[in-house]
C-alpha cells in the first residue's frame, strides 16, 4: 500500500474550545500528522478543547497550539473545519473564523469541512455556486445561501476557483481523508 507523504504541507484546523465532535478533529489531525503534514489546531482561547462525542458525551481534551486571533491563514495549505453542533453554531459567530475563511477562499488553497463545519462557509458566503453536503440538518441553510446540498459520504467542490471537501459525520472520515489526501497531493 502507497504511503502519502505530506511532509511538505502545513494544516490549520480550527475549531472552539467546547464541543467540537472528537473524531472530526482528532481523527483527521492524527492521520495528517501521521502523514508527515504539520497541523496546527487553533481555537478561540489558548484554554484546552473538550470534544463531545454525540454532541453530549465528553471526549478527548486537546491543546490548542494557537489562537483564532493569533492565526495567519497565509502560512497554511489547507483550512480543516471539524464539526460538532455547539463547535460550528460558535465558531461561524466568530469574526476571526470568517477572516481565516476568505483568505483561504481567496487564495484558491482548499478548505476542508465536515459535519456541521460547512456553518462557517455559509455565515461568510462561501456556498454560493458549490456542491456541497453536510450533516443533513444543514440542507436548507446551505441551499438559501446559493448551495447544491447532495447526501453523498464525501463531495469535492473544484468551481470558484478554489477546493471545496465536505463530508456528513464522522463516518464518512475514511472518504473525507482519501479527498484530503488526494487535494493535498495534487491528485
Not at 489562537?67 to 453554531?89: C, E, M
Request: charged share 25%.
Amino acid at each position: 500500500m502507497a504511503t502519502t507523504d505530506l511532509g511538505n504541507r502545513r494544516i490549520l484546523a480550527i475549531v472552539t474550545n467546547y464541543g467540537v465532535e472528537q473524531d472530526e478533529l482528532v481523527v483527521p489531525v492524527k492521520h495528517l500528522r501521521d502523514h508527515g503534514a504539520q497541523v496546527s489546531v487553533a481555537a478561540v482561547s489558548d484554554e484546552e478543547i473538550r470534544t463531545l462525542v454525540g454532541d453530549r458525551d465528553p471526549g478527548d481534551t486537546v491543546r490548542p497550539d494557537l489562537t483564532l486571533a493569533d492565526v495567519d491563514p497565509a502560512a497554511y495549505d489547507l483550512l480543516l473545519i471539524p464539526g460538532g453542533t455547539l463547535n460550528a453554531d460558535t465558531l461561524r459567530l466568530q469574526d476571526a473564523t470568517t477572516r481565516i475563511v476568505s483568505s483561504f477562499a481567496a487564495s484558491g488553497r482548499p478548505v476542508a469541512a465536515i459535519c456541521h463545519g460547512p456553518w462557517a462557509l455559509v455565515e461568510g458566503g462561501y456556498v454560493q455556486g458549490k456542491i456541497l453536503t453536510s450533516y443533513a440538518s444543514l440542507k436548507t441553510d446551505i441551499t438559501n445561501a446559493g448551495g447544491s446540498w447532495v447526501d453523498k459520504s464525501v463531495v469535492r467542490d473544484d468551481e470558484g476557483g478554489w477546493p471545496l471537501i465536505t463530508s456528513r459525520d464522522p463516518g464518512d472520515l475514511k472518504d473525507f481523508l482519501r479527498e484530503i489526501d488526494a487535494v493535498l497531493t495534487g491528485s
